[in-house]
């Protein structure tokens, strides 16, 4: 009788492996006991059991502004003319703090106030937000990540949150076959169901990019990973995903592309929609129209339901310098993307035109003068003319339309935006100057039926203090380009 085989046994390449990751584990230990910090696992797991023993929960009124973050989620409360803010977080080159505060903006009041809630997740920043009427008000958060304070742990949630704004309490809900843990994702709300695609995750030793796509009824409680037909999105992190009546759209974004060793990161330009067909969902690829923004991540992006319209602002482009070195370009245009038609057109406040003489054109001139093709889009109350340059006029005072200089939100990335009774709202994000990211504290709103100008809520006060040396945030950026490049193409 032959003997039997151990189903415990494992080859000597696996037993290496986890004399490997014992010894890193141990060094890690030691590391962060040099550092003052504990295991970032025993730190969430600490913050988890903290939140589950408040019993009831509080609310009070900020007596300023919240404080600089990005990769927050800025959400349109589903019932009330508020905003809700979850999460972020705020580096300034040593340390990184990282929020699980739930707030509430009131625009008629121009106030803010904090909630409290039993059970409540642990801080986290690059998260998925969607807020339902449904149930007397739902808040969804997905995944996410935490960084500890020395930037030397991260760790990816997989998990979701549902808060309820009728009892002011969060629930973990658990539910199988779910997407795996990530960040960097976006999530939109189709009907009932939630739609999660991409992000990455990276744990120390490789970082990876996701193209899979799951979605999760509402009703059902049931993640499914939704498989669908034609070409969709490559793997990415930080693209554009937005609701199109029962379809979605998806634009841009970033990855990192391994060529032989080496791996160099790459902005997507694409623009994709997934749309049902024969009880199953189809991708197929849109051009977007002469007007379509150049390859970019970390865009800020609302949808104005009413209009079927997106608004997207800002986001960092990858520039190449030389062969071996990238600049980020950042971005400070506001483009809206028609969602019927899958095509882009430039904004122009009306605030940023004004009427001064000038010499009257010649026919000959008028007709040597470039056409650009201009858009005319209305609603019930208002005209606007988008996309295209400001075109000549040739009236009896020789007027001509010029463009003055841009108030308003600063370029940008990683910033919050939503849209609530048709007015835009935008807070904070990263401002990269001179080999430096700072965090900012701004809020503007723009009324989307005038579209005349930026209105400031918040004002920037000048630019925090950056503690980190130039030279060593680059080095660790350029490692691993680290998670978000440092904290922008990924996020």
């Avoid at 151990?6 to 584990?25: D, Q």
């Avoid at 997407?179 to 744990?203: A, C, E, I, Q, T």
Wanted: charged share 25%; net charge negative; with cysteine.
């Amino acid at each position: 009788m032959g003997k039997k085989k151990n189903k415990n046994k494992v080859s000597g390449a696996v037993k290496t492996a986890a004399k490997t990751e014992k010894k890193l584990a141990s060094k890690l230990k030691k590391e962060l006991a040099n550092l003052g910090e504990e295991d970032i696992a025993k730190v969430i797991a600490e913050i988890e059991r903290e939140e589950a023993k408040r019993s009831q929960a509080t609310e009070k009124t900020l007596t300023g502004p919240p404080s600089a973050r990005a990769y927050a989620s800025l959400t349109p409360h589903p019932l009330t003319n508020e905003l809700i803010m979850f999460g972020g977080e705020y580096h300034n080159g040593q340390t990184t703090v990282v929020y699980n505060e739930l707030l509430f903006f009131n625009p008629e009041k121009n106030s803010w106030r904090q909630v409290k809630a039993p059970g409540g997740p642990p801080p986290r920043s690059a998260h998925q937000a969607v807020a339902t009427p449904a149930n007397k008000g739902e808040l969804w958060v997905f995944g996410g990540e935490f960084t500890s304070p020395t930037e030397t742990q991260f760790h990816h949630y997989k998990d979701l949150w549902c808060f309820s704004l009728a009892e002011k309490k969060w629930e973990k809900v658990v539910a199988p076959n779910g997407p795996s843990s990530r960040s960097g994702h976006r999530m939109v709300l189709l009907g009932r169901k939630l739609f999660v695609f991409g992000g990455y995750n990276d744990d120390g030793r490789e970082c990876r990019y996701f193209d899979d796509l799951y979605s999760f009824c509402l009703d059902t409680r049931a993640w499914i990973k939704v498989a669908a037909g034609g070409r969709g999105p490559c793997a990415r992190s930080a693209c554009l995903m937005l609701p199109a009546a029962d379809n979605l759209i998806i634009y841009g974004g970033f990855s990192r592309v391994k060529e032989g060793r080496t791996e160099r990161t790459h902005t997507h330009t694409e623009l994709f929609r997934l749309g049902a067909k024969n009880g199953g969902y189809t991708w197929r690829t849109l051009t977007g129209g002469p007007f379509a923004p150049p390859a970019r991540a970390g865009q800020a992006a609302a949808v104005n339901v009413h209009s079927g319209r997106a608004y997207v602002f800002g986001g960092i482009s990858d520039v190449e310098e030389t062969e071996e070195e990238l600049r980020g370009e950042m971005s400070d245009e506001l483009q809206m993307l028609d969602l019927e038609t899958g095509k882009w057109h430039n904004v122009t406040l009306r605030a940023e035109q004004q009427s001064t003489a000038a010499p009257a054109q010649t026919s000959q001139e008028q007709d040597e003068a470039p056409k650009e093709t201009v858009t005319v889009v209305t609603d019930e109350v208002f005209t606007m003319k988008l996309g295209g340059a400001p075109a000549p006029m040739t009236v009896a005072e020789d007027v001509t339309v010029t463009v003055k200089p841009k108030s308003g939100p600063s370029a940008r990335m990683s910033a919050m935006m939503a849209v609530q009774r048709s007015t835009l709202y935008l807070y904070g994000g990263v401002l990269e100057k001179d080999d430096k990211q700072f965090y900012l504290s701004d809020m503007y709103s723009l009324d989307l039926h005038k579209l005349n100008e930026w209105k400031t809520i918040i004002e920037q006060p000048s630019l925090p203090d950056w503690l980190g040396s130039d030279s060593e945030e680059y080095e660790t950026d350029s490692e691993d380009d680290s998670e978000e490049d440092s904290d922008s193409d990924d996020e």
